[in-house]
C-alpha cells in the first residue's frame, strides 16, 4: 500500500451508500478459511504508515453470507490487523471464543477487536452496519487477548481529562476533553477513544465553542463525529470543510488544521495510529 501524501484528507458520512461501491466483504481468516460475509464500503484506504483503512461495514436481506430475514452468522479473528468500531444500527450477541465470555451489543457501541482474537457474531435481523478502521503496523507492541467494549455515551467519573499534547510549532496545547478507551494496539501506536468540546471545557469559549490548531502530531487521526457542527480548513491547502455528526473525516499526521467546534457541544470517537512503536 502507498502511503498517503502528508495533505491527505478523507472525508465521507455514516449514511454514504455510493451505487456500486458497497461489495462483498470476503476474506482468508487462517482459523476458518475463506469468508464472504456482509458488504463493505472504504472511505479512507491509506494511511501514511503502516497498514490503515476506514469504511463501513452492513448485514441485511440479499446480502453475501445473510440468511432471508437479514441475520447473519459471522466468525471473525480479525486478521488483517486491529479492528475498531463503533455500531451505528442493529444488534448482535458477540462471544469471544477463548473464554466464553458474552456482549450485547447495539447502535452506540464501541468495540476495540485485536488481531487474531476469535469471535462469533451472531448477528439479529433485520441488518446491522458498522464504521470500522483497521490498523496493522510491521513493529510488535502490545499483544492483546481480550475484546474492548464501550459505548459513545461513557461518561466515566474521573476518567474525562483535558486533552493536552505538544504541537510541533506551537508548543503545549490544552483543548477539550479526552476519554480513552484503548491505549496500545497489537502493533504499532494505536489508540482510540473519545473527545469532547463543550461549555466549562477546558480550552473552550464561554459559549462552549473552540478553535484549535492541530496537527495530529501523535500519528494518522480517523475520526467519527459524534455530535455537534465543525468548521475544518486544511492551512496546507486552503480546503475548507464543514462537517455534522454522521460524518467520518481522516487526516494524516503532520497536516496542519484548524478545527473549529461551531456548536455548544462537540463530541467525536477517535483512533491515531501511527507505524512506530510509542518510546514514552
Not at 503496523?137 to 492483546?144: F, G, I
Request: hydrophobic share 35%; charged share 20%; with cysteine.
Amino acid at each position: 500500500m502507498t502511503a498517503a501524501t502528508q495533505t491527505a484528507f478523507y472525508h465521507g458520512h455514516r449514511n454514504l451508500n455510493p451505487a456500486g461501491e458497497w461489495t462483498p466483504f470476503e476474506w482468508e481468516d487462517p482459523k476458518h478459511g475463506s469468508q464472504a460475509k456482509g458488504e463493505v464500503v472504504v472511505i479512507r484506504p491509506e494511511g501514511t504508515s503502516g497498514s490503515l483503512m476506514s469504511g463501513l461495514w452492513r448485514t441485511g436481506h440479499q446480502i453475501a453470507g445473510c440468511e432471508a430475514d437479514g441475520s447473519c452468522d459471522v466468525v471473525y479473528s480479525a486478521p488483517l490487523g486491529d479492528e475498531t468500531m463503533v455500531i451505528l444500527e442493529g444488534s448482535a450477541t458477540i462471544t469471544e471464543t477463548a473464554t466464553g465470555r458474552k456482549h450485547e451489543i447495539a447502535a452506540g457501541t464501541i468495540l476495540s477487536h485485536p488481531k487474531h482474537v476469535d469471535l462469533h457474531w451472531e448477528i439479529r435481523e433485520p441488518f446491522l452496519k458498522k464504521f470500522w478502521v483497521m490498523w496493522d503496523s510491521p513493529n510488535p507492541a502490545t499483544p492483546k487477548d481480550e475484546l474492548v467494549v464501550a459505548h459513545i455515551s461513557d461518561d466515566r467519573p474521573g476518567e474525562w481529562t483535558p486533552f493536552e499534547w505538544d504541537e510541533p510549532e506551537h508548543g503545549r496545547q490544552v483543548a477539550g476533553e479526552l476519554l480513552t478507551i484503548r491505549d496500545t494496539g497489537s502493533t504499532g501506536t494505536y489508540m482510540c477513544g473519545l473527545w469532547r468540546t463543550g461549555v466549562g471545557i477546558a480550552g473552550c469559549n464561554p459559549d462552549g465553542t473552540a478553535t484549535i490548531r492541530y496537527t495530529a502530531p501523535l500519528g494518522d487521526e480517523t475520526i467519527l463525529l459524534l455530535e455537534g457542527q465543525v468548521h475544518v480548513k486544511n492551512e496546507a491547502t486552503g480546503e475548507e470543510f464543514d462537517f455534522a455528526a454522521g460524518d467520518v473525516i481522516g487526516f494524516a499526521s503532520g497536516t496542519p488544521v484548524t478545527w473549529t467546534s461551531k456548536t455548544p457541544y462537540v463530541k467525536k470517537f477517535w483512533v491515531i495510529t501511527n507505524e512506530a512503536v510509542p518510546t514514552a
